[in-house]
């Protein structure tokens, strides 16, 4: 079925499709005038019927519950995202049929965004009531873990619901949960149409140039139902930036439901894309939309969606449609000390900065997407609809704040800085229109926030003074916490990645961090910080200086946390290929040996971590981090600290990377 070409492979089993191929516009108008008059019809014969259909999104979680497991507590961001569009544009649609212009007839049930006091009761669970009349926050589930009582959980939701539709996003160490939700739910809801979206997706699926081909690395969805490693339990997939895709294919699936029973016909779903796509042309955004068989004796059929490039400022806010429901104990409540609600924030969709051993290296068909037009403008606006919200603190989860760019982050800064200190009445009216009360205004004079920035934004691409200007600018709009990335303090890994820019045989790596954490820390901000082990040229003595030299920062009062990781291999990360692991990867076996030291670890799985690391190295690197970097370790074991990813940056960035992508 498949043959593989190094580390991809061309699918011979797909039929790739242009937007307007094989399609009699004329017969495709007709077919949709018929069914919109035939469910008028129906509609007022049966007053008690509605046209819509239930859906459930869901997150896959990366880990299984066991002792040290690790959760992300964080909101899903990029699976809100990616449904950011075809929500916002089905609750505007809702209402009588006569009124309804994106929908031809039938509609997702989206039909409400939660109220204001629905969005202060919420706590942070991620499995939430469906209910009688949901609200679109309540049609998500995000199990966090995957252990029997998620999964009795989500086979009680899909006895009450019977959704019509199943969206479900995962990152690569998420996918093999995904796969066991899908199977699920084609137990289950054999009707329901499963879409599988997310970073795993994004680095495993992509048209070749022109739209002629798909090219499809080895773990990929279609590559491991192809080869009968897991059952062809997807429908569809849809891989790349995914906010038009998604709202296209939601379209597709309505139009393709039977009147009656309301399930639907996987015959139209193709006719129905390539129509709606023919009527309406592409929208703005890079992505593939891939149709999968359920028989092996079938074609899989994909189009590709080349559109102009977005603008991130112009999608709908992701929580427009959804809770806030992180508490990040980071931001605390200077009074009681409890965690504060906690907003995700982006307003860059990569990093400008190409690691080799970073998913953000493997982004497929796309480059870098910000806000653009009136940037600032915007998100300023975004925070205020944030804090009417409910939010209380904000984390910038942009691999690099304002990817780096000085002058945006200082107008940006200046900008918020004002706002917060301003009458209401004085308040541009976009702003006025989200602070309806005294409520908000006082949440927003009090707003906590932190950002993400690197060891080379801060002292290797500009000067101390110009690094120490911007910090004490972020410290005046209300910033509290930095973020950043240490990697390694050996010189022998550093040399190996694109970091440690600017070189200076004077000037090693170890001394730039120096010189960055005490930069941050000179404005009062707490500092929290990611440690990768098994990079090129990692040994145990490299492992051990990288301890010893993190130990000495925290010791010397100059980082507040430390978070431990091992390199695990993505799907398309040069590192992956340059370790001879592209098709070695199991992101896709029902069950895996979590096991200690493993599960310590975020995505750590035995078969996808460092090949330069032995088991006994990570114990080592577990036991000995807890040792030298004491309360200062953002720890992922039960005993000894709370979840990784409570308090530092690198936990939203993961959590965000979700169907169709901000990240991804």
């Given at each position: 079925?498949?043959?593989?070409?190094?580390?991809?492979?061309?699918?011979?089993?797909?039929?790739?499709h242009g937007v307007g191929d094989s399609i009699d516009a004329e017969s495709f108008l007709?077919?949709?005038?018929?069914?919109?008059?035939?469910?008028?019809?129906?509609?007022?014969?049966?007053?008690?019927?509605?046209?819509?259909?239930?859906?459930?999104?869901?997150?896959?979680?990366?880990?299984?519950?066991?002792?040290?497991?690790?959760?992300?507590?964080?909101?899903?961001?990029?699976?809100?995202?990616?449904?950011?569009?075809?929500?916002?544009?089905?609750?505007?649609?809702?209402?009588?049929?006569?009124?309804?212009?994106?929908?031809?007839?039938?509609?997702?049930?989206?039909?409400?965004?939660?109220?204001?006091?629905?969005?202060?009761?919420?706590?942070?669970?991620?499995?939430?009531?469906?209910?009688?009349?949901?609200?679109?926050?309540?049609?998500?589930?995000?199990?966090?873990?995957?252990?029997?009582?998620?999964?009795?959980?989500?086979?009680?939701?899909?006895?009450?619901?019977?959704?019509?539709?199943?969206?479900?996003?995962?990152?690569?160490?998420?996918?093999?949960?995904?796969?066991?939700?899908?199977?699920?739910?084609?137990?289950?809801?054999?009707?329901?149409?499963?879409?599988?979206?997310?970073?795993?997706?994004?680095?495993?699926?992509?048209?070749?140039?022109?739209?002629?081909?798909?090219?499809?690395?080895?773990?990929?969805?279609?590559?491991?139902?192809?080869?009968?490693?897991?059952?062809?339990?997807?429908?569809?997939?849809?891989?790349?930036?995914?906010?038009?895709?998604?709202?296209?294919?939601?379209?597709?699936?309505?139009?393709?439901m039977d009147l009656e029973d309301r399930w639907v016909d996987r015959t139209r779903v193709?006719?129905?894309?390539?129509?709606?796509?023919?009527?309406?042309?592409?929208?703005?955004?890079?992505?593939?939309?891939?149709?999968?068989?359920?028989?092996?004796?079938?074609?899989?059929?994909?189009?590709?969606?080349?559109?102009?490039?977005?603008?991130?400022?112009?999608?709908?806010?992701?929580?427009?449609?959804?809770?806030?429901?992180?508490?990040?104990?980071?931001?605390?409540?200077?009074?009681?000390?409890?965690?504060?609600?906690?907003?995700?924030?982006?307003?860059?969709?990569?990093?400008?900065?190409?690691?080799?051993?970073?998913?953000?290296?493997?982004?497929?068909?796309?480059?870098?997407?910000?806000?653009?037009?009136?940037?600032?403008?915007?998100?300023?606006?975004?925070?205020?609809?944030?804090?009417?919200?409910?939010?209380?603190?904000?984390?910038?989860?942009?691999?690099?704040?304002?990817?780096?760019?000085?002058?945006?982050?200082?107008?940006?800064?200046?900008?918020?800085?004002?706002?917060?200190?301003?009458?209401?009445?004085?308040?541009?009216?976009?702003?006025?229109?989200?602070?309806?009360?005294?409520?908000?205004?006082?949440?927003?004079?009090?707003?906590?926030?932190?950002?993400?920035?690197?060891?080379?934004?801060?002292?290797?691409?500009?000067?101390?003074?110009?690094?120490?200007?911007?910090?004490?600018?972020?410290?005046?709009?209300?910033?509290?916490?930095?973020?950043?990335?240490?990697?390694?303090?050996?010189?022998?890994?550093?040399?190996?990645?694109?970091?440690?820019?600017?070189?200076?045989?004077?000037?090693?790596?170890?001394?730039?961090?120096?010189?960055?954490?005490?930069?941050?820390?000179?404005?009062?901000?707490?500092?929290?910080?990611?440690?990768?082990?098994?990079?090129?040229?990692?040994?145990?003595?490299?492992?051990?200086?990288?301890?010893?030299?993190?130990?000495?920062?925290?010791?010397?009062?100059?980082?507040?946390?430390?978070?431990?990781?091992?390199?695990?291999?993505?799907?398309?990360?040069?590192?992956?290929?340059?370790?001879?692991?592209?098709?070695?990867?199991?992101?896709?076996?029902?069950?895996?040996?979590?096991?200690?030291?493993?599960?310590?670890?975020?995505?750590?799985?035995?078969?996808?971590?460092?090949?330069?690391?032995?088991?006994?190295?990570?114990?080592?690197?577990?036991?000995?981090?807890?040792?030298?970097?004491?309360?200062?370790?953002?720890?992922?074991?039960?005993?000894?600290?709370?979840?990784?990813?409570?308090?530092?940056?690198?936990?939203?960035?993961?959590?965000?990377?979700?169907?169709?992508?901000?990240?991804?």
């Open positions: 079925m498949i043959t593989h070409v190094i580390e991809e492979a061309e699918s011979d089993r797909t039929v790739m007709e077919r949709c005038r018929r069914r919109r008059a035939r469910l008028a019809d129906d509609l007022r014969a049966a007053p008690d019927r509605t046209r819509y259909f239930p859906v459930l999104a869901v997150l896959a979680p990366v880990m299984t519950q066991a002792e040290g497991e690790i959760t992300y507590p964080g909101d899903p961001m990029a699976l809100y995202a990616a449904l950011s569009v075809a929500v916002h544009q089905a609750v505007h649609d809702a209402g009588p049929l006569e009124d309804a212009t994106h929908y031809n007839d039938l509609a997702p049930e989206w039909t409400a965004f939660p109220t204001k006091a629905y969005r202060a009761s919420v706590g942070h669970e991620g499995v939430r009531p469906y209910g009688a009349a949901p609200n679109t926050d309540q049609m998500v589930f995000d199990p966090r873990v995957w252990d029997e009582a998620a999964r009795d959980a989500w086979i009680r939701l899909l006895r009450e619901v019977r959704p019509r539709v199943v969206l479900i996003s995962a990152v690569s160490p998420a996918h093999r949960y995904a796969l066991e939700i899908a199977a699920l739910v084609r137990s289950e809801v054999p009707g329901a149409y499963v879409v599988l979206g997310g970073r795993h997706a994004d680095e495993t699926l992509t048209a070749a140039p022109g739209g002629s081909r798909l090219l499809v690395k080895p773990s990929a969805t279609p590559a491991v139902i192809q080869e009968g490693k897991v059952p062809p339990v997807i429908d569809a997939i849809v891989a790349g930036e995914a906010y038009h895709a998604v709202d296209v294919l939601m379209r597709a699936l309505a139009l393709a193709l006719p129905c894309l390539q129509g709606l796509l023919h009527q309406a042309g592409v929208k703005p955004g890079k992505a593939l939309v891939l149709l999968s068989p359920r028989s092996a004796s079938e074609p899989s059929h994909a189009v590709p969606l080349d559109g102009p490039a977005l603008d991130l400022a112009s999608l709908p806010s992701p929580y427009e449609a959804f809770a806030i429901r992180s508490y990040f104990p980071i931001f605390e409540d200077p009074e009681s000390g409890d965690g504060l609600r906690t907003a995700h924030f982006m307003v860059s969709s990569a990093c400008p900065y190409r690691c080799n051993f970073c998913s953000e290296s493997a982004r497929v068909g796309h480059g870098l997407r910000r806000f653009r037009d009136d940037a600032i403008g915007k998100a300023i606006e975004r925070i205020c609809e944030y804090v009417s919200y409910g939010a209380e603190s904000v984390f910038f989860d942009d691999s690099v704040f304002w990817s780096g760019r000085y002058k945006d982050m200082t107008e940006f800064c200046r900008e918020l800085g004002r706002i917060r200190q301003a009458d209401r009445a004085t308040l541009d009216p976009r702003l006025r229109a989200h602070l309806a009360s005294e409520d908000d205004t006082e949440r927003l004079r009090n707003l906590q926030w932190g950002a993400q920035l690197t060891v080379d934004t801060l002292v290797a691409l500009h000067s101390a003074e110009e690094s120490d200007d911007v910090l004490r600018l972020m410290r005046d709009a209300g910033c509290s916490y930095v973020y950043i990335g240490i990697e390694s303090m050996s010189s022998q890994v550093m040399d190996g990645i694109h970091k440690n820019l600017r070189r200076e045989v004077d000037r090693p790596w170890a001394a730039k961090v120096r010189e960055a954490t005490a930069l941050v820390k000179k404005h009062g901000l707490r500092l929290g910080t990611s440690v990768l082990f098994g990079l090129d040229g990692e040994t145990r003595s490299s492992i051990d200086e990288t301890i010893h030299e993190v130990g000495r920062l925290i010791d010397d009062g100059l980082i507040d946390l430390a978070s431990p990781n091992i390199l695990t291999y993505h799907p398309a990360t040069p590192v992956t290929r340059q370790h001879g692991m592209h098709d070695r990867l199991d992101y896709h076996s029902p069950r895996v040996d979590n096991r200690k030291p493993y599960i310590y670890f975020e995505e750590a799985f035995p078969g996808v971590v460092s090949v330069l690391l032995t088991e006994e190295d990570i114990w080592h690197i577990h036991n000995e981090t807890r040792i030298h970097w004491g309360r200062a370790r953002n720890d992922t074991s039960v005993d000894t600290g709370p979840a990784a990813g409570e308090a530092a940056g690198a936990a939203p960035g993961e959590r965000a990377a979700a169907l169709g992508a901000v990240h991804g």
